[in-house]
């Protein structure tokens, strides 16, 4: 139990469609960050949110973006959804270690 | 940038040992994580080494040397439970938050 909790968990797309997956944390940390896991691979860093700023980004088009809130809570958003957008993504936030959520699989159709 | 390697399958016995290497090269060094995923789950934490040295906790153990860009997760006394993906992770130096990570190591636990 890391205490990050993501919604959905599971979800189907067709492609060209949007989505947001959510994100938050019982403990108050002030930085989030979110990683997308293909079938196969490690988890790939997207970007990290702090204090409601982006403030680090990996290798991903725009049409990725996110939110963080005043709470610390958090959203990735995708746009324009493509058939290799199908991965687990995972949110994070760290304290003495690194904590991942459950996770949300998204399935593009 | 950061080049993380290890195997990709490892298999083993119920009540063996199996050590699963790990070896990285990046442009400075910030700690480095290991992870057990098993399957349609998310990772989850087993072990942090930032200094030299054999970190032991339970049935786990950690090792890192810094000079050989090397560490390895060692898994003792192994259960049918343990059969995971286990993934190496090292830490961006100038990003706390930031990971990269090996591609996993598959291990398969056989009674």
């Known amino acids: 139990e890391t205490g990050v909790t993501q919604s959905p968990t599971h979800l189907i797309k067709t492609r060209g469609q949007q989505v947001t997956l959510r994100c938050s944390s019982q403990s108050g940390h002030n930085t989030v960050s979110w990683y997308q896991q293909a079938l196969g691979q490690g988890p790939q860093f997207i970007f990290q949110y702090y204090r409601e700023e982006e403030n680090g980004r990996g290798n991903f088009p725009p049409r990725f973006s996110g939110l963080q809130f005043p709470n610390y809570s958090s959203e990735l958003n995708v746009n324009a959804l493509e058939l290799d957008d199908s991965a687990l993504y995972l949110c994070?936030?760290?304290?003495?270690?690194?904590?991942f959520g459950e996770g949300s699989w998204l399935t593009v159709v | 940038g950061q080049n993380i390697d290890q195997p990709t399958e490892m298999t083993a016995t119920e009540g063996a040992i199996v050590q699963i290497n790990c070896t990285y090269q990046t442009s400075g060094f910030n700690g480095l994580f290991w992870y057990q995923q098993h399957a349609g789950e998310a990772p989850t934490f087993l072990s942090y080494?930032?200094?030299?040295g054999l970190e032991e906790k339970g049935r786990f153990s950690s090792f890192l040397s810094r000079s050989k860009g090397y560490s390895y997760l060692l898994l003792k006394e192994l259960q049918m439970k343990d059969s995971a993906s286990y993934l190496c992770a090292v830490r961006d130096p100038g990003n706390d938050y930031k990971l990269s990570f090996g591609a996993g190591t598959t291990v398969t636990v056989r009674a």
């Open positions: 080494n930032v200094l030299d």
């Open positions: 994070a936030y760290s304290g003495n270690t690194i904590y």
